[in-house]
T-cell receptor, first 113, second 111 residues
Framework: DAGITQSPRHKVTETGTPVTLRCHQTENHRYMYWYRQDPGHGLRLIHYSYGVKDTDKGEVSDGYSVSRSKTEDFLLTLESATSSQTSVYFC????????????FGPGTRLTVL | EDQVTQSPEALRLQEGESSSLNCSYTVSGLRGLFWYRQDPGKGPEFLFTLYSAGEEKEKERLKATLTKKESFLHITAPKPEDSATYLCAGLTQGGSEKLVFGKGTKLTVNP
């Protein structure tokens, strides 16, 4: 257990509404990541953070923004949700081992109607 | 473009029937090859990291190997509880520490 929680675990929302997903970690890891997982695709990186207020874009960042004001929290915001953002979202942290292993949270299933 | 391809997409085995899953990669300056297991409705669970060709790692009935172009996950005498989707990912070169994931192999082990 890497001490990662995600909230909410499930959410249904409507097109055009803003949505914020939260990732919380308890072990002071520097690196945190947001991925989405869709059928027919592998896990795809949305954004990542390498420290408080330090973030960068991943492969599929359009339509998403992130914030990290505290080490333990990494927020993913969909400013105006679209049906194409219906997905399962996973947060990950880079663990304490020397080999850059990433450890994943339980996921948030988001449905945009 | 960095790419990871897994085969087969799905594999059905009988309990005790050994087999292998394949992960081929074209990741420039690969810095590590990772295997994960994912159960339905859950996040991926880390299994192994391999760093150099010829390296092998084992955990219970699983053994991961790495060559210069691909990695194999060998499953010896599988049990129904080994049923899951197995994901492979390559760590790209550079300071961003990005993982590029394959689409996974869904393994079903029948009793």
């Amino acid at each position: 257990d890497a001490g990662i929680t995600q909230s909410p675990r499930h959410k249904v929302t409507e097109t055009g509404t803003p949505v914020t997903l939260r990732c919380h970690q308890t072990e002071n890891h520097r690196y945190m990541y947001w991925y989405r997982q869709d059928p027919g695709h592998g896990l795809r990186l949305i954004h990542y953070s390498y420290g408080v207020k330090d973030t960068d874009k991943g492969e599929v960042s359009d339509g998403y923004s992130v914030s990290r004001s505290k080490t333990e929290d990494f927020l993913l915001t969909l400013e105006s949700a679209t049906s194409s953002q219906t997905s399962v979202y996973f947060c990950a942290i880079r663990g304490p081992l020397a080999g850059n292993e990433q450890f994943f949270g339980p996921g948030t299933r988001l449905t945009v109607l | 473009e960095d790419q990871v391809t897994q085969s087969p997409e799905a594999l059905r085995l009988q309990e005790g029937e050994s087999s292998s899953l394949n992960c081929s990669y074209t990741v420039s300056g690969l810095r590590g090859l990772f295997w994960y297991r994912q159960d339905p409705g859950k996040g991926p669970e880390f299994l192994f990291t391999l760093y150099s060709a010829g390296e092998e790692k084992e955990k219970e009935r699983l053994k991961a190997t790495l060559t210069k172009k691909e990695s194999f996950l060998h499953i010896t005498a599988p049990k129904p509880e080994d049923s899951a989707t197995y994901l492979c990912a390559g760590l790209t070169q550079g300071g961003s520490e990005k993982l590029v994931f394959g689409k996974g192999t869904k393994l079903t082990v029948n009793p």
